[in-house]
């Protein structure tokens, strides 16, 4: 039987997971923020913009630090919006296509250090809503677990503003409950069910990443002293075009080298 990767990337986890006090923290802006959204006229309908609140309230700290205008370091033009400009620092919140902000975090870099949160949701459950009669079901929660490989992926397209002194990248894994229309076709109306919102519950950890020793957090006890992508794949349970980048992104900072190949494919180990 195929071992599963979960424990050795739990056991990666560990040294991570947040604080009692940490969690309490993250709970109370969770129920401000959801009372807040409530009184606007509901949460969102996209989760990706629940959790963009909570977590713009959460590292800002104070609503004063919140979307603030930082002006470019040339002192011409309006500069760009960012999401928490503290004093020791930017923080801006983006669940995918960091591509999109290669022009603002350059423009922001050359007057702060610059933190990109990506928000993984880690474990989720999940509610049926039925939109005939409003009653929704009791919550399942689903068994696979996310890590947050995937923010290789979007490191890789950042180019050559990655990796870059000021530019650090948190990770933060969050236990989130989503809602599901059954607005979908089939017996059960959940195939092609739309997606009506989800709600983070819990912050269970984070995972600074600021030098190339910290990426270590992406390599498993499991995997041998040298790998393939494939290897890589399933030691950390993701699919192999995932994995093909992470060990590109790894390999261009320093964390992997090249040691050889392997039929058609490359040989890797730790540096």
Known sequence: ?????????????????CTEDRAAEFVEVCDRTESELTAAGGIGTLSEKTIHSVLKHFY???????????LLSSGR???FVADVARPDGI????????????????AFLAVAPVTVVYPVV??????????QDGTVSPPRRTGKLNFGHRVLEELYGLGGLF?????????ALLDVEEYKLLDGYGPDRKIRASRNDGFPQALVAEIDLRTPADYAYFLPETLPAEFTSADYAAACGIPRSCAQTCVRVLSGIGVLTRA???????????A
């Not at 801006?92 to 999109?100: C, D, K, M, N, V």
């Not at 880690?122 to 939109?131: E, Q, S, Y």
């Open 77 to 79: 033009g309006k500069g």
């Open 60 to 70: 800002a700290g104070a609503p004063e630090y919140e979307e603030r205008r930082v």
């Open 163 to 171: 990796p870059h002194e000021g530019l650090s990248v948190k990770l």
């Open 1 to 17: 039987m195929k071992e599963s990767p979960k424990q050795p990337l739990l056991n990666l986890l560990a040294p991570h997971l």
């Open 260 to 270: 050889g190949a392997c039929g058609r494919s490359f040989l890797y180990r730790r």
């Open 91 to 106: 923080f801006e919140i983006q669940t995918r296509h960091f591509y999109l902000l290669k022009k603002k975090l350059a």
């Open 122 to 131: 880690h474990r989720k459950t999940l509610r049926w809503i039925d939109p």
